[in-house]
Structure formats: structure tokens, C-alpha cells
């Protein structure tokens, strides 16, 4: 054992770890505090909490857990990025390959099972806000943040849904879009929307209303898939991320991870 | 067995209305958790209710499976009472849930649809969420005891004690984390992702269903036109989740568990959250087939099932049935039963704020009780316009063709 501790602290004393991390092995409470103040990552922390902010009975975990499962989802859909083209052509194909070719040929597993753990999630993370009132004054804002990013969170699964262009992902698609089309006053089938004419012509119509808008097409097609790509892999994770960002950060300003004010 | 099976597959369509009858959902929480007994006011209520049922099953069949259902739930949650809320209870209760479950994995129309690879987080959801609102409750439960005898909820005990970041967070967040990532990655080798043939729009499934978090919104469609199920209402959700914080002035139950300080809120949510939204997609996951005809959990999942096309119209309903006339030419004449009726509902606030919700009214405030009560009002909306369609076949309330306005 001596060793080990020798080994150890050889290792914790070395100039590059020091030159790394800045504290030794946090076991005093000046180096507890430096070490959560001193990174880039635990300073997402307070040096405290309340001790309702550690017991799992209490916060469930649920909101780290759905930004764990972000991380997952980044880190997998990145690797799936690598397989991955998204035509017509290729789109079925390539997750085929990816099946049947790719070496530990896990990640479009862990990518699908981690999207529908990252929606329940996030579902008891606002479950558990609910019933221990944590919306209420100061917090008011940081809920409507996260319901922006609950929405954002079943955004990013739909676009995702379609990517495998097999038969599960374009009729599910088809199914969820065809709401557009009857958005009052937008969609081509909505209420109001025949009242919107030029003389005789109807202005809005099966190729330019909202389902048009949202699918880039009469039907999920070509135009479809990459929309949905771009939208996945880059437009929604950005805003979630930067809502993500605001949201952490209120959490501290409102008074830290929830708890009786 | 056979009977068993074909008893819950009844069951399951009759349990539908059962649970959104259910104002007394609301009602079962909060009489288990404070009194446990039928002397209470709110068991008083679940009697009649029970003989109402009994009474009307005898003319509408579905009732009668829903007042068997109703009895055996209020017996079994009464003879519990607060012991419902013990760990051994819940132990109990989880295990046979989910034997319950796994035995019903022996049934092939059962497995079929279970057993499918995007369904089993679904199956994994029922019980999460069984399992977090027992938590919740309890715990709601025994701070409410405190605060009856006088005391304060625990997690107010505790805002004084203060930890350390490093080591009990951060400790606590990483093995989440290393956890986390064995249950994903066995999870992963386990399940195969599902990949079904190449898309082919010529041929399209049955049943098509969108993804399975929209299933609700998807279910909706049966009792709403597109425009109000996939569009309008969707859209309410997002606007009253957002609106929940503005319109609650209630000072009390923020951070802690309680349910005697927020009966109100808990009651509306949970509603919305574990019926409406919850329980909703679980029925379209699991319980409905080709068509999108219902199926009960042990049935076979027909593509040529005959469901008979009885639903009618209010105006049908009362013009040609019960007053022995041919429908009115004009749409204003022939749906103005209709048209009192959703006009007479949406013009509840006011006389709720005149009458017995005087007392939100003056704590809340014109705006907030205005915007809350829309809100509650079309929420609603979905389950009784879902109980008249599964007991009376109702289509619609209002339905003017001419004007694209069918409610």
C-alpha cells in the first residue's frame, strides 16, 4: 500500500500535473474549495450546496442525467457523422454498412437507445421541478428555459427519426408533419387559410404552406433528409446548447440547485 | 387464463374512460395520502360515484366494466391507506407490476408489441413513472405529516447544512455517470436498433405512427380535427407549461415536497402530466393497432378488425333522435344545441370567479385566474370530449362543415 500512496502522490506532486490541475489531492478544505473553483468544468458548481442537493431521493439526478445523455448523443452522433451521408442514394445504405461493417458497431445502438432515455428524462427532470415547486419565484425564468429545451429535446429526436431513411423513419415522419399542413391560416388543409386569395387564386397551397416550409417538398423527399440533418446535427444543438449554458447558469443565480429558499 | 385475458382486454378500453372520468384521480391521491378510510368527504364521493357507475353500466356496457374496475381499485387503495405510502408497500407494488408484466410476456400478441425494440423504452417509462410519483408522494406525504403536527418539511431542516462541491457532488454526479454509461452500453449490445427495409413512399404502413412521444398528440387526432389535436392544442401545452410559473401565486411548497400546500396545482398536473400526456401514449403505443383501432394488451393486432361506424353527431343526435325531426338546413339552427353548449363552456370563468372560485379569483387576480381557467378549460376539453366518444359515440359537438368548425 505504501507504494501505491508513493506512486500516487509522485503523480500528484509531478510539475505536470500540478501544471494541470493547480491543486494537489483536495484534503483540506482550501483545496476543496480551489479545486472546484480552479477548473473550468466544476466551477459549473458553487463551492457548497445544500445537502437536499446531494441525495438522489431528493433531485432524482434527472437533469444531469439528461445533460450526460446530451454528451452521449454529441459524442456518438459525431462518430455516426463519420458513417454517414444523408441522400437518397446513400442514407439507407450507409446505416446498413454501419450494421453490418463498422467494428464494435454499437454506436447507432447507444445513439437511438440514448435519444428515447434523453426525452424520459428530461420529462421526470421537469416531473420532479414540478413537485417540489421549484418554478416558483425566483425561478420563474429558468423554467421557461427548460420547457424551451423539453421542446427542443423532442425536436431533436423527430429530426433524428428520419435520418435512417427506412420505413419506420419516413412514415413516422409523414405522419408527424402532416399536422402542418391544417395550421390555421398557413397550411393548405387549416381553417382560414382559404380566405387568403389574390382574385380567384388561393395564396396558400400544398406548395407553399407550412408542411412545405417544414419539409422542403410536397412530400418527405430528398430536400426532406437533408433539412433534418442539418437541423439535427447542427442548428438544434446549438441553440440547445446555448440554452443549455443559460439554463446552468440561472440555476445558480436563482438560488442553486433546488431547494427550499 | 382465457377469461382473465379477454376480462383485461374489455377492461383496458372501459379503463380508458375510467381514468379520465377521473377528477377523482385526483381525489384517489389525495384521500390515500391523508385520510385512508371511507369516512372522508372525498370517500364519500367515491361511493356515489361507485353507484352512478353501477346504475348507468347497466344501460352503457362500458360503465359496467369501469364501476368493476373502480370498485376493486377504491377496495384495494382504501384497505392500504397511508400504508401505501411504506417502502414495503411500494416494494410490493413494483414487484407485482412487473411480474404482472413479464408474465405477460408469455402471450404472443402481448410480446409482439412489446417486445418491439422501440417500444421497450416505452414498457421501461410506465415504471419509471410509477415509481417517481410513488416517491414523490411519499415524500410529500411525510413532510404533509410535519406540517399537520406543526413542524417544517425536512428539506427545510437541512438549508442550513452546507457541503462541500468536492468530494460529495462531484462523487455523487460521477458514479451517476459511470452507471449511466453501463446501463447504455449493455443496453446497446442487448437491443438491436430497429432498421426496417429501405423507405418505399408507394407503400405505407399500418398502422403509420409518428414517433412515440407524439403518440398522444397522435391519439388526439381521434377525438379533434387536425387543426385543434396537431396544431392549436400542442402549441397550449407549450404556452401553459410556460405559463405554470406566472399564473401559480401560491407562496407555499417551493423546494420541498407537499401535497396539502399545493392540492390544486398537483392535482391539474398530475392530471395533465400522468393522463393526459403519459398514460395517452402509452395507449397509442400499446393499445392501438391497424387503423388505429383499439386493441386490448392480450389481443391480436387484426388489420381486418370490424369496428362499426356508429359515432353521431350532437345535432343528429338530438334533432333526428330525440326530437323525431329531420336536420334544419341551417347550420346556425341545426347546431345551436351545440354551439350553447361549447359557448356555455368556455364562458365558465366568469361565473366560476362570480361563484365558487371566488377565492382564487380575489388571491390571483383578474389576468391570472382569466389565463388559468382558458387554459384548464381547454385542457379539459380532450377528456370529456374522450369519454362522450367512448360512451355514447359521440362525433361532434359542433359540426359546421361549411365553416371548417368541428368540435
Known amino acids: 500500500m505504501a507504494s501505491v500512496r508513493g506512486i500516487q502522490e509522485g503523480i500528484v506532486n509531478s510539475q505536470i500535473w500540478k501544471s494541470v490541475f493547480r491543486v494537489g489531492i483536495p484534503n483540506t478544505n482550501r483545496k476543496r474549495v480551489l479545486a472546484v473553483l480552479g477548473s473550468l468544468i466544476l466551477h459549473l458548481h458553487p463551492v457548497k450546496v445544500r445537502r437536499s442537493g446531494v441525495r438522489m431521493s431528493y433531485t432524482w439526478c434527472m437533469g444531469g442525467t439528461s445533460f450526460f445523455l446530451f454528451l452521449v448523443e454529441t459524442v456518438t452522433g459525431l462518430l455516426l457523422m463519420f458513417y454517414y451521408r444523408p441522400t437518397i442514394e446513400y442514407a439507407f445504405t450507409d446505416i446498413m454498412d454501419l450494421r453490418e461493417q463498422a467494428p464494435f458497431g454499437i454506436m447507432r445502438e447507444m445513439h437511438r437507445w440514448g435519444a428515447h432515455a434523453m426525452v424520459i428524462a428530461v420529462w421526470l427532470h421537469m416531473f420532479r421541478v414540478f413537485m417540489t415547486g421549484s418554478y416558483k419565484p425566483p425561478r420563474e425564468f429558468n423554467w421557461n428555459v427548460g420547457v424551451i429545451l423539453l421542446v427542443l429535446t423532442l425536436l431533436l429526436s423527430f429530426t433524428g427519426y428520419l435520418l435512417p ?28 387559410s382559404g380566405l387568403i386569395k389574390l382574385g380567384d387564386i388561393r395564396l396558400i397551397h400544398a406548395g407553399d404552406d407550412a408542411r412545405f416550409g417544414l419539409i422542403g417538398g410536397r412530400s418527405i423527399g430528398a430536400a426532406t433528409l437533408l433539412r433534418f440533418y442539418v437541423l439535427h446535427c447542427v442548428a438544434i444543438p446549438l441553440v440547445a446548447g446555448f440554452l443549455m449554458a443559460i439554463h446552468f447558469w440561472r440555476v445558480r443565480k436563482d438560488g442553486g440547485i433546488s431547494g427550499p429558499l | 387464463m382465457t377469461f382473465f385475458k379477454d376480462f383485461i382486454n374489455v377492461l383496458s378500453a372501459a379503463s380508458i374512460s375510467f381514468l379520465l372520468l377521473s377528477s377523482t384521480f385526483g381525489c384517489i391521491i389525495y384521500f390515500c395520502l391523508l385520510d385512508g378510510r371511507l369516512r372522508s368527504k372525498g370517500g364519500a364521493a367515491f361511493v356515489v360515484l361507485g353507484v352512478i357507475y353501477f346504475v348507468a353500466g347497466i344501460f352503457i356496457r362500458p360503465l359496467l366494466y369501469l364501476a368493476v374496475a373502480y370498485v376493486l381499485i377504491l377496495f384495494g387503495l382504501s384497505n392500504l391507506g397511508p400504508r401505501l405510502w411504506d417502502k414495503k408497500t411500494g416494494k410490493w407494488l413494483l414487484i407485482f407490476g412487473m411480474l404482472g408484466f413479464f408474465v405477460s410476456f408469455f402471450d404472443p400478441n402481448f410480446y409482439l408489441i ?26 410529500a406525504y411525510l413532510n404533509d ?38 446501463v447504455m452500453i449493455v443496453w446497446s449490445v442487448g437491443l438491436r436498433a430497429p432498421l426496417e427495409e429501405a423507405a418505399n413512399p408507394t407503400s405505407s404502413p399500418n398502422p403509420a405512427k409518428a414517433p412515440w412521444y407524439f403518440l398522444g398528440l397522435q391519439e388526439m387526432l381521434v377525438y379533434f380535427d387536425p387543426w385543434l389535436a396537431g396544431v392549436v392544442l400542442p402549441g397550449l401545452i ?79 343526435l338530438v334533432w333526428v333522435q330525440w326530437l323525431g325531426q329531420p336536420l334544419p338546413k341551417l347550420w346556425p339552427i341545426r347546431e345551436m344545441f351545440g354551439i350553447i353548449l361549447v359557448v356555455g363552456y368556455m364562458s365558465l370563468p366568469p361565473l366560476l370567479a362570480a361563484g365558487p372560485f371566488r377565492r382564487f379569483y380575489l388571491k390571483m387576480g383578474a389576468p391570472r385566474f382569466y389565463v388559468g381557467a382558458f387554459l384548464f378549460l381547454v385542457m379539459m376539453a380532450l377528456p370529456i370530449k374522450m369519454v362522450l366518444r367512448w ?9 359546421i362543415g361549411e365553416l371548417f368548425f368541428n368540435v
Not at chain 1, 427506412?166 to 399542413?181: E, F, H, K
Not at chain 2, 425536512?154 to 452507471?179: A, G, H, N, Q, R
Open chain 2, 114 to 139: 412489446a417486445a418491439k425494440p422501440d417500444n421497450v423504452p416505452i414498457g421501461a417509462m410506465i415504471f419509471l413513472l410509477g415509481i417517481f410519483t410513488w416517491i414523490a408522494l411519499r415524500k
Open chain 2, 145 to 182: 405529516k410535519q406540517i399537520e403536527a406543526g413542524g417544517i418539511p425536512w428539506e427545510k431542516t437541512e438549508t442550513s447544512e452546507k457541503l462541500f462541491v468536492w468530494p460529495d457532488l462531484v462523487y455523487t454526479e460521477m458514479l451517476c455517470m459511470i452507471l449511466l454509461t453501463i
Open chain 2, 391 to 399: 360512451l355514447f359515440n359521440l362525433k361532434y359537438i359542433v359540426h
Open chain 1, 165 to 192: 431513411w427506412d420505413q419506420l423513419a419516413i412514415w413516422a415522419i409523414t405522419v408527424g408533419s402532416s399536422m402542418a399542413r391544417a395550421t390555421p391560416g398557413a397550411g393548405n388543409e387549416g381553417p382560414m
Open chain 2, 238 to 316: 407549450i404556452v401553459g407549461l410556460m405559463a405554470i410559473p406566472y399564473i401559480d401565486t401560491n407562496p407555499k411548497g417551493a423546494g420541498y415536497f407537499t401535497f396539502i400546500e399545493r392540492k390544486w396545482e398537483l392535482g391539474i398536473f398530475l392530471y395533465g402530466f400522468l393522463v393526459l400526456w403519459s398514460f395517452l401514449i402509452i395507449t397509442g403505443t400499446f393499445l392501438r393497432g391497424p387503423n388505429w383501432n383499439f386493441f386490448g394488451p392480450y389481443e391480436y393486432w387484426d388489420p381486418n378488425k370490424l369496428v362499426p361506424l356508429v359515432n353521431i353527431d350532437l345535432s343528429e
